[in-house]
């Protein structure tokens, strides 16, 4: 199984747009500590590849990959659809921007959140004349072939009922808004496991996490009182959806339990990790944990 990271930030990104906080500042002054909005491409079986979260990035991040280029037809393109693991904005905002696929375009996602882009955003209505959007539900548990029926398999594990502000009404309360995606290539027998966004570590999480070779996860905050000192949220990270990284209750010192390799990913432009002299990334040297880098490639 062939993986691309195409983005490790957090909503808003690295810098944000209206930001002048000492991250944003110093991935201004810097170009290199730039990351995009969390996002993964993977392979899902020769010549047909899936973005796992479409970004308001997703333009830059398909022509940063050489991987998701068109050709050799004029209109003709490896990106095959989408994977969304919730329905928040920084993960579903791109889907709009590929309206032009001659083909048309497969939206992987749970039921809550397939409802939430399709008729909260209203990407069903608005998207149809331009492009055939098939809109596919995601399979819980051991999962099923993502694109035809062989090659690798997407499964997603429901992790909480965090549902975006745009869709606090909605009456759906099941835990499938936010899922962990486990990609399976049954070829090699190996495992990822993806969670951009992990508001609480159950035990299913555990048991998948458990039997992954590689986990990508939430890396938004360093620790839980992170965004109330940035002094731009009166919540905690917890309250926010995101276990922090450190602290008892952070996911550390239980990603360094796992057999498997372990990465951060979305992180917010508050965390210390986005500057690379920053002496946390010592800690997560010692724990045997990385950061995703942007435009990084997995194989399993
Ligand atoms: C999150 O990760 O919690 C969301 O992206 C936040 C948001 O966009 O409002
Ligand atoms: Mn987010
Ligand atoms: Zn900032």
């Given at each position: 199984m062939l993986l691309k990271v195409l983005g490790t930030a957090a909503g808003g990104?690295?810098?944000?747009?209206?930001?002048?906080?000492?991250g944003c500042t110093g991935a201004r002054a810097h170009p290199e500590r730039r990351r995009r909005h969390a996002s993964l491409a993977v392979r899902a079986r020769a010549g047909r590849w899936y973005v796992v979260n479409a970004t308001p990035d997703i333009g830059d991040q398909i022509e940063g990959a050489t991987e998701l280029h068109p050709g050799p037809g004029a209109r003709q393109t490896p990106v095959a659809g989408v994977v969304l693991t919730d329905a928040e904005l920084d993960h579903t905002l791109g889907i709009a921007r590929l309206r032009e696929a001659h083909?048309?375009?497969?939206?992987?996602?749970?039921a809550p959140v397939l409802d939430a882009v399709r008729e909260g955003l209203r990407l069903d209505a608005v998207l149809g004349p331009y492009t055939p959007v098939r809109w596919r539900e995601?399979?819980?548990?051991?999962?099923?072939?993502?694109?035809?029926d062989s090659g690798v398999t997407v499964g997603a594990v429901p992790l909480s009922d965090k549902k975006p502000r745009y869709a606090a009404d909605s009456p759906d309360s099941e835990a499938s808004w936010s899922v962990a995606l486990r990609l399976h290539d049954p070829g090699t027998g190996r495992t990822l496991l993806y969670a951009p966004a992990l508001a609480v570590w159950s035990e299913a999480f555990d048991e998948a996490a458990r039997e992954a070779d590689c986990v990508i996860v939430d890396g938004t905050f360093w620790d839980d009182e992170e965004p109330l000192r940035s002094g731009f949220s009166t919540r905690t990270a917890t309250a926010m959806g995101h276990l922090p990284v450190s602290g008892p209750g952070g996911t550390a010192h239980r990603l360094a339990r796992l057999p498997g390799r372990c990465l951060y990913t979305h992180l917010n432009n508050t965390n210390p990790l986005g500057d690379p002299h920053a002496e946390q990334h010592k800690h997560l040297a010692e724990w045997g944990i990385e950061v995703a880098a942007e435009r990084m490639v997995i194989e399993l």
């Open positions: 990104g690295l810098p944000q747009w209206n930001c002048a906080c000492p083909d048309g375009v497969d939206v992987l996602a749970t995601l399979p819980a548990g051991a999962g099923r072939p993502l694109d035809g």
